[in-house]
């Protein structure tokens, strides 16, 4: 694939955009951005970001998103999963809620976290010494959940 055009169409600020765009970054990949949500490759197109992650993991095979032990492998996946099913929607439901509501899923959160680092197990990334899959999955969540935290604990004391 090195020499083809790649044009990734999606919102500059899109969680799931932003996965794509980091995953080429890491490989190297020089992309075009449109405003759309998929992956187009010349004549081939890719919806959904886990599944392009994935896809450009096998395409571009430097700096390896996805480690080479299947049980790694297989972990990394489940955390990226974890991300899109669990935390996602806890992040969004913050932000979209206020009062007891909003605190119930602050503690959503709070408890994910607590979850995601024993995932980490005192390594520096879900991958070990390089970030991989599940960290770029997880990395708009992280940014997410720092502001979503500060800013709910600035609104509620006031």
């Given amino acids: ?12 600020a899109s969680p799931l955009a932003l996965r794509v765009i980091w995953s080429l970054k890491i490989k190297g990949v020089d992309i ?10 010349s004549t081939v197109t890719i919806a959904e ?4 992650m994935e896809y450009i993991d096998e ?15 297989a972990k990394a996946r489940f955390w990226a ?5 669990k935390c996602i929607p806890a992040n969004i439901r913050v932000f979209c809620s206020t009062g007891e509501e909003q605190q119930k899923a602050l503690t959503e959160v709070r408890e994910n976290w607590k979850l995601m680092e ?3 197990e005192g390594k520096r990334f879900f991958g070990g010494k390089l970030i991989g899959f599940a960290d770029v999955a997880n990395a708009w ?18």
């Fill in 1 to 12: 694939m090195d020499g083809k055009e790649v044009k990734l169409h999606g919102y500059w």
């Fill in 32 to 41: 075009t951005l449109f405003t759309k949500r998929f992956l187009s490759l």
């Fill in 49 to 52: 970001s886990l599944v392009i």
């Fill in 59 to 73: 395409t571009w095979k430097q700096n390896p998103l996805l480690p080479e032990d299947p049980c790694e492998r």
């Fill in 81 to 85: 999963k974890f991300v899109d099913e």
């Fill in 118 to 120: 024993s995932g980490i």
């Fill in 141 to 158: 969540n992280i940014t997410v959940a720092t502001f979503g935290t500060t800013t709910t604990s600035a609104t509620s004391e006031s």
